[in-house]
């Protein structure tokens, strides 16, 4: 890529601001239940200081709307950002451009970390207001961009900033952009993609998008209904999308003439209801009984699905095959998940729910590339120029 990186500037005694997605989840209690974005950004931030910069921390967390709510302080994210760096201190401003980040940041000596609270506390953030992004840059030297889950928002810190200070990628975004970039550029044959997830209308660019490149295009989960009712089965109470029936037939057209082996349920498993205790029972799909729904790929799919991985070079995924939080339905999910990490494909995985899947049968680390990226990785997948990236200072 033709955009400057850590590699191309001198860091060493300045003031560097870092945008880090450090939207992470958490529980009612304010613990963080999953701290892979905390953990992603340790090399850049580690990089920094190594280089003995002063370094300020910049991220969102949820949607607070552009209000102060306490339950989206980024204040437990802080302390455990200062643990995963074995205890060093993160100093905390209870704001983004306000007096007291000014004053902490003025003082900030190298070596140094320092936190701002959540941007998205004052509502300029969203709205890419000029102002509030000069604010924000009149804290540092350099941003430094390592929140690709977030460069698909033209938001002040990863977009409207770059007008007042120069702006280079971290290490994240870096290993982001060179495996997501790889797959969707200069993929290696065979190139297998497989999307799940609810909906349909979520992934049309990606699907479509992914429709020029790969070989096998694999479709599974709730949105698999909407293709397999476009060709005339009986869904019965699934959830299918009647509004997308035309488009399902026109991209089951455009595969063909593309010549792209497009791979959907040959058979389901069936529940009476939308519950983890349903009753349940794979079908062929031309069996769904009208008051049943689908709710996984059934067994037959899952081989069939598994088999068409097998040789891949290069596999991406995203999205779970059936209702995944419901133990009965997790089945087909995993069974794709296990296929991935088999196949021996440079292999990039995107989504919460793929992600869960590949952890709980403690299959990640046989991937090549788990992305941060939610939708922000879906856009680069549909081919979409993301802001974040295209604001980055060029080579
Ligand atoms: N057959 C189905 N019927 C109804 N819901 C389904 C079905 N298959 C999957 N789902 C639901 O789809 C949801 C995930 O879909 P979504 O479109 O949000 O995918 P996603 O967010 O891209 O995936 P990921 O979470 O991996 O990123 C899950 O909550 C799952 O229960
Ligand atoms: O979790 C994400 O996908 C990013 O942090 C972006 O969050 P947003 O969808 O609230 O902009």
Redesign the pocket.
């Known amino acids: 890529m033709n955009k400057k990186n850590l590699n191309d500037i001198w860091v060493s005694g300045k003031k560097v601001l870092v945008r880090v997605d450090y939207n992470v989840p958490m529980d009612k209690a304010g613990n963080i239940t999953d701290d892979t974005r905390i953990r992603a950004t340790i090399p850049t931030l580690e990089f920094l200081l190594s280089k003995n910069a002063a370094v300020i921390i910049a991220s969102h967390l949820g949607r607070p709307k552009g209000k102060i709510a306490p339950e989206f302080s980024l204040k437990p994210v802080a302390k455990k950002l200062s643990q995963l760096l074995h205890d060093r201190e993160v100093l905390f401003a209870n704001d983004s451009v306000g007096p007291e980040a000014r004053k902490m940041a003025a003082a900030l000596q190298p070596g140094q970390l320092l936190m701002l609270e959540n941007l998205r506390f004052n509502p300029e953030e969203e709205k890419n207001d000029p102002e509030f992004a000069k604010q924000l840059a009149g804290l540092a030297e350099i941003l430094v961009n390592d929140a690709f889950g977030v460069s698909h928002r033209a938001h002040a810190s990863v977009h409207g900033i770059t007008k007042y200070i120069p702006a280079v990628s971290g290490f994240l975004m870096d290993k982001e952009l060179l495996f997501l970039g790889q797959a969707v550029t200069d993929p290696v044959h065979p190139f297998v993609a497989i999307i799940?997830?609810?909906?349909v209308s979520?992934?049309i660019g990606v699907i479509e998008n992914l429709l020029n490149k790969v070989d096998t295009l694999i479709i599974?989960?709730?949105?698999?209904?909407t293709f397999l009712a476009a060709q005339g089965y009986q869904t019965g109470k699934?959830?299918v999308e009647a509004d997308k029936l035309v488009l399902a037939k026109e991209l089951i057209a455009t595969a063909k003439t593309k010549g792209v082996n497009l791979l959907l349920p040959e058979d389901v498993v069936v529940a009476e209801n939308?519950a983890a205790d349903a009753d349940h029972k794979a079908v062929a799909v031309t069996q769904i009984p009208s008051e049943w729904?689908?709710?996984?790929i059934g067994p037959a799919t899952a081989g069939k699905f598994a088999a068409a991985l097998r040789g891949a070079k290069t596999v991406v995924w995203?999205?779970?095959?059936?209702?995944?939080?419901f133990d009965a339905?997790a089945i087909g999910t995993e069974a794709v998940a296990k296929a991935v990490a088999a196949s021996g494909a440079k292999s990039i995985v995107?989504?919460?729910?793929?992600?869960?899947a590949l952890e709980k049968l403690k299959l990640a680390a046989k991937i090549t590339h788990i992305s941060t990226g939610?939708g922000a990785s879906?856009e680069f997948l549909e081919g979409k120029e993301l802001p974040g990236i295209a604001a980055l200072a060029d080579k």
């Open positions: 799940g997830g609810a909906k979520d992934k599974g989960g709730g949105m698999a209904n699934s959830l939308f729904m689908a709710l996984d995203n999205g779970p095959m059936g209702v995944f939080e339905f995107g989504g919460g729910d793929s992600v869960a939610g879906l």
